[in-house]
């Protein structure tokens, strides 16, 4: 592996093979060398805000990552009464059709909207007892606590 491709492909996401500067990040050295811009400077220019309101990494910044990146990072839910926290791709938020809160959605259960209140809300009772997960009950909430 390796060889003279890899060093080509080295060098074109460096933009000509140069290295990042000292002390800077390769997400800045990225926008300055390609079509990559940080998180913090496509959100305004693209109307996207609403995401560096919602960023909630402790770790990192926006500023120092690209808006396509795949890393990981966690979110929290800007509407007042979710407030959910989820780790997503930073590049799975900025799609066209980029995703939101999985608790608004509901791809994740809630205090609110789990199969527990479903069943008591419509009247099928009978359901929790044919549950058969190895003796648990339905989860209500994932939440973690932090």
């Known amino acids: 592996m390796g060889g003279a491709r890899g060093a080509a ?32 400077d496509w959100c305004p220019a693209h109307g996207r805000e609403y995401l560096l309101e919602e960023w909630d990494e402790p770790v990192r910044g926006a500023h120092e990552v690209t808006r396509a990146s795949a890393e990981k990072v966690w979110w929290k839910c800007g509407k ?27 791809r994740v259960p809630t205090a609110t909207h789990n199969f527990e209140v479903y069943c008591q809300e419509t009247g099928r009772e009978e359901l929790l007892g044919e549950w058969a997960d190895r003796g648990r009950r339905p989860r209500t909430s994932r939440r973690r606590r932090t």
């Open 9 to 40: 492909a080295w060098g074109r996401g460096r933009g000509g093979g140069e290295a990042a500067a000292p002390g800077r990040s390769d997400a800045v050295a990225a926008s300055e060398n390609g079509p990559s811009e940080t998180l913090e």
């Open 80 to 106: 007042e009464e979710c407030g959910h926290r989820w780790r997503a791709q930073v590049g799975s938020r900025t799609k066209t059709r980029g995703t939101g809160c999985p608790a608004c959605a509901g």
